[in-house]
């Protein structure tokens, strides 16, 4: 082989050596895979027409895109950690069994309560409804699950009784995000108590005919589809009747940024980014999922404004 | 690049002439990562906000590479880092620029952009970073130096330390709940300019000799 030749070949090999190495770092360091797309345990989920839309004609989230792209910061901060850390709470729910919610506060019959307990009190109801994420982004999805004011009222409340206080599951050696303080663990999420017992508030037991996925907060979560999808707590192990408004975990975070009504309102801003308008995820559109107005109430105004005549939204945003 | 003689043989071409190569080659292989990505569809739910995250990420931390050429070169004696310099620079601004039209695309055109600047802080100091990036960017080619004196192109390309934390400072507002990344990045930052304040208090003489 001559020098020329061989020289030839090192040089080749360490450009191609130094080119994939510093490639792969930057691609390393800055890619953030999805997860696996999940196969519905049941197939189920498949099976859903693919063409379901809610009545103001958008297309539902297909399961696989509603499963991989979560909030939930107990199972980690990335939107497809929770998806791939889901495991964990699943077998956190598993080892719990059976998963139990506490009634407590200004309630009649306080006491803790098997969730098949809760779910024998009210027939559940399958409710197609927007989700709006403060983010600006939002899905349509087919949630099952039990009207939440059926429930308030088979347990009773007080005269006292103002406010209705969310906890979601405290299990710091499950749930890694939880070993971090960067938000003040457990997350407490609240309602007015009107807001509470409205017909559309939810707390869900399933998702697109499946039992609710751990990275949607199984076994039980809230859903008020009129809020910003943080109000809509998950896993949730306590429901307590408060007099006082409570300090939930966001605008204890970020006062400046999220309020505790957290009503969709395309007029008030967040901080850092417009509410105009918001970019719907149902997997179609490629890159450029399509970008639609935000609706008042995130389009269930006929339904609630009349919660808050007289209120200025602006300040309670 | 004309005034160049062709190199007889890999060898005539100075040492390691495969490097400025080998950097493009890498630092616009993401691009190509992406690109397969979308194709593959495992850009998940929400493709945009994917690709605007990783762009930006690209644009800080090639940023962050470029600022840490010239205290590698001087710590080690290795006259490499300060070759590549230049390359990394450049792949921080064409980041920086593709971060900027994805927002454009996610946004819809210019039209919001008024109001962004105005009103958002976050928006304001991004924005800011990329366009203090700019002068040095036009001004990355060999003639430059030359055209401008190299004590005015040294004063211009320093805008890059204020771009840079600027750059930090959009990264950390833009991370909601867990900061420990952004803070991860500013550090680095820190260390770096911080290497170069105390240089230039301390270090005397040699930087001026060091600093060609």
Redesign the interface.
């Given at each position: 082989m001559s020098s020329?030749r061989r020289?030839?070949l090192k040089?080749?090999a360490?450009?191609?050596g130094?080119?994939?190495?510093?490639?792969?770092g930057?691609?390393l360091?800055?890619?953030?895979?999805?997860?696996a797309q999940e196969l519905s345990a049941s197939g189920l989920a498949a099976e859903v027409p693919p063409h379901q839309t809610d009545e103001l004609g958008g297309l539902v989230?297909p399961f696989a895109?509603?499963t991989?792209?979560n909030n939930f910061?107990e199972l980690g901060?990335g939107?497809?950690d929770p998806a791939r850390q889901a495991e964990l709470l699943r077998r956190y729910i598993a080892a719990q069994e059976p998963w139990t919610v506490t009634f407590g506060g200004e309630v009649e019959r306080p006491g803790t309560y098997d969730l098949a307990a809760l779910l024998g009190w009210t027939d559940e109801q399958e409710r197609t409804y927007r989700l709006r994420c403060v983010?600006a982004?939002s899905?349509v999805l087919p949630w099952r699950g039990l009207p939440l004011g059926e429930l308030l009222r088979r347990v009773g409340y007080t005269s006292q009784a103002r406010y209705v206080q969310f906890t979601s599951v405290f299990a710091p050696d499950a749930l890694p995000g939880q070993r971090?303080s960067?938000?003040d663990w457990p997350y407490v999420e609240g309602l007015r108590l009107d807001e509470a017992l409205h017909p559309l508030t939810l707390l869900a037991t399933g998702l697109h005919g499946e039992a609710l996925p751990a990275q949607n907060g199984a076994p039980l979560r809230l859903v008020v589809p009129w809020k910003y999808g943080f109000k809509s707590a998950k896993s949730v192990t306590h429901i307590t009747l408060t007099r006082e408004q409570p300090a939930t975990t966001w605008s204890v975070a970020a006062p400046r940024e999220y309020g505790f009504y957290a009503n969709v309102n395309p007029q008030v801003?967040h901080?850092?980014?417009?509410q105009a308008s918001e970019?719907r995820?149902d997997?179609t559109g490629?890159?450029?999922?399509e970008?639609r107005e935000t609706l008042m109430f995130n389009g269930y105004a006929d339904e609630v404004s009349g919660l808050y005549t007289g209120q200025d939204l602006r300040r309670d945003f | 690049m004309s005034a160049v003689t062709p190199p007889r043989s890999a060898t005539g071409s100075g040492p390691l002439p495969w490097l400025k190569p080998a950097v493009w080659l890498g630092g616009l292989s993401p691009l190509a990562v992406m690109a397969l990505d979308a194709w593959a569809g495992a850009l998940g739910a929400h493709p945009l906000e994917r690709l605007l995250l990783q762009t930006g990420l690209l644009a800080l931390l090639t940023l962050i590479l470029s600022l840490l050429c010239t205290p590698l070169r001087q710590w080690t004696g290795w006259t490499w880092p300060a070759r590549i310099r230049r390359e990394l620079g450049l792949l921080a601004f064409g980041y920086a620029c593709a971060h900027l039209l994805l927002y454009l695309l996610d946004q819809g055109g210019l039209g919001g952009l008024p109001a962004d600047i105005a009103e958002r802080p976050f928006i304001t100091v991004g924005l800011l970073a990329l366009a203090l990036l700019l002068p040095a960017a036009l001004t990355s080619g060999k003639g430059s130096v030359r055209r401008l004196g190299f004590a005015r192109w040294q004063r211009l390309h320093r805008l890059v330390y204020p771009a840079a934390a600027l750059g930090a400072l959009h990264f950390y507002w833009g991370v909601k709940g867990d900061k420990a990344e952004p803070l991860l990045y500013a550090g680095a930052l820190a260390v770096l300019l911080g290497w170069r304040v105390w240089r230039s208090r301390f270090g005397g003489r040699r930087v001026k000799r060091d600093s060609k």
């Open positions: 020329t020289e030839f040089y080749g360490q450009f191609i130094t080119a994939a190495a510093f490639g792969g930057l691609t360091l800055t890619r953030r895979a999805a997860p989230t895109l509603a991989s792209y910061y901060w939107k497809g983010e982004w899905m971090s960067t938000l801003d901080p850092r980014w417009s970019r995820l997997g490629g890159l450029l999922a970008r | -």
